[in-house]
Each structure stands twice: as C-alpha cells, then as structure tokens.
C-alpha cells in the first residue's frame, strides 16, 4: 500500500529522483508535518537512508532518542518497510539514557524496545543498550568503549577528526529545549572530550542519565530532529524578548520548526546551531 507521501510524490516525475539526491549531496532541511504525515514521512526517509547506507557501506548505524520520539517511528514496522528493510543490517544506540533498569518505565531503552525495537528482526547483539547496573559513570565509560570498538571495526563509521559518525541520528527535544540529555545551561553543553557523558542532576527526572555530546551529535551524517511539542517557556514570562535580544529561537520559532532537519556532512550544523534551537539557553556562543 502506498503512503500518502509517496502517493504525493508520484504526482511528480521527478520528485524520486529528488528525493534520493537529497541524501547524497547533503541539505539542511525544515519541514512541517501534521502528526500521521510526520510518521509516514519520517518512516520513508529514515527507509532511504538504510537502503543508502547498508548499501555504501554494509551496516546502517541508528541512534534514537527517548520520549515522543518512539511513537513516531511507527510506520516503520507496518509494510512495506517492514519487509523492504534490511534489519539485519541495523545497528541500534541511543543518544541518551536515564540509568534505571532496562525493565523501568523511565527507560528509554523499554520505551523504544516495547514501541519499535521488539517489531523488527534486528539481531540482539546490533542493540547497544547500556549496562544498567552500574552507576552513570561507569555507565557512560562502559558506552563510549563499545563505541570506540565499534569505530575501531568499521561498523560505525569515522569522521575526519575521529569522532564517531552515526548515519542517522534521531533527536527529539524536551519542552525546556533539552535534546539528548543536554539541558540549556548544564555545564555538560560544554563538554568536548568526551563521546559519552553523565549527569546526575538532570532537571528532568530521573536525575541520573549518560548522553552523547555535541561533538558526537553533531559528528553524524544525518540528524533528524523531531519536535512536536509545545514548549514551557511562554511570551508572558518575558523570556521571548530577551531571547530575541540573543538571537536565540523561542518556543513559538521552534514550533515553526516542526518537525525535522535533516542534513549531512557536507552542511553540517555546529553544536552552535543545535544550541540555537534551545530556546532559553544562556551561554555565550
Ligand atoms: O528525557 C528525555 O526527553 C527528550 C524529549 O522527550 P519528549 O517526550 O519531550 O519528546 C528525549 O529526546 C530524550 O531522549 C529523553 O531522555
């Protein structure tokens, strides 16, 4: 059965055409969805990246947010694309994780195993779940040398200053602006070493989480930013202003913003950008 975006797409010749070039030369992209087109579209274009990348380079190296996120990726496990994917070509991580037990409700590893992950015959052992009995620092050390393993055999790809590059990152954002487990203003926004690191106060619960860094995040060859929401901050508190004077997008620039950018090396985005997308962030760019 066709999706409504390819059933708009046929109307045009060239537009498969388009849509395949799209991935190639790069593009930073915002389109604005309703909710079911979101998950029919994000379904179509996360499918062309995995033909593309299981294609070029024999693994397609996935990582998933948390949250909303989830319940967008539904049209993935209806047909065709759960037939026409190869999944055992998937490699699954997650940008972010609260460190609970994986059985725990506030797990975002559950949250896309009972939502996604459970649907589709991706092999056990390409699902990079965190070791969750140890505490965040350990944790976070523990996530980043499966990383550093995986870069080393090729099965995540490098980028040119050695950062892991993920073929697909899929981000959501939290209605302070948070994406991963980078809140606006933590001192975790700064970090640049680390591939993967911990917090124990985050501002939303639970407090404990270990989260990919700007670098990584902004090392992948695409990033599709889902937002669907509305946002905390609101023009009666005055922030909008001040978040103007800043040059600083506000909730309402970010609903403009639905639902997501899409992009890759060759237009990529600094962490600068993704911090522009935070709106009440305070910190000198
Ligand atoms: O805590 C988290 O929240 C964000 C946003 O979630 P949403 O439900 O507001 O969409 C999510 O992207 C992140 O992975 C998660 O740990």
């Known amino acids: 059965m066709k999706n409504s975006r390819n059933e708009k797409r046929s109307q045009h010749p060239n537009v498969e055409t388009q849509a395949s070039l799209k991935w190639e030369k790069g593009y930073k992209n915002v389109e604005v969805f309703s909710k079911e087109h979101l998950a029919v579209s994000l379904a179509y274009d996360v499918a062309q990246l995995s033909t593309k990348f299981t294609k070029e380079r024999g693994a397609f190296t996935v990582a998933l947010s948390g949250g909303s996120l989830i319940k967008y990726l539904r ?4 047909s065709p694309y759960a037939e026409t994917i190869d999944w055992s070509k998937w490699h699954v991580f997650w940008v972010d994780e609260r460190v609970v037990p994986k059985d725990n409700l506030e797990s975002n590893y559950k949250l896309a195993n009972d939502g996604f992950l459970s649907k589709v015959p ?3 052992l390409n699902v990079y779940s965190i070791d969750d009995s140890l505490p965040p620092d350990g944790a976070a050390d523990v996530y980043e040398t499966t990383l550093r393993r995986l870069v080393t055999s090729n099965v995540i790809a490098t980028s040119t200053n050695g950062l892991p590059k993920f073929d697909l990152m899929l981000l959501g954002m939290g209605p302070d602006g948070h994406v991963a487990s980078l809140f606006p203003g933590h001192p975790l926004l700064n970090e640049d070493q680390k591939w993967i690191s911990f917090l124990n106060d985050s ?9 990919f860094t700007f670098p990584v995040i902004n090392a992948s060859s695409n990033v599709a930013m889902v937002v669907t929401r509305e946002f905390t901050t609101s023009s009666k508190d005055g922030r909008r202003g001040r978040a103007l004077e800043q040059n600083v997008p506000y909730s309402s620039d970010l609903l403009a913003l639905q639902p997501s950018i899409q992009r890759s090396q060759e237009q990529t985005p600094t962490s600068k950008d993704l911090l522009a997308l935070q709106p009440s962030i305070q910190r000198l760019a």
């Open 75 to 78: 049209k993935l496990v209806d």
């Open 122 to 124: 991706i092999p056990p």
């Open 203 to 211: 501002p939303k619960q639970p407090p404990e989480r270990i989260t």
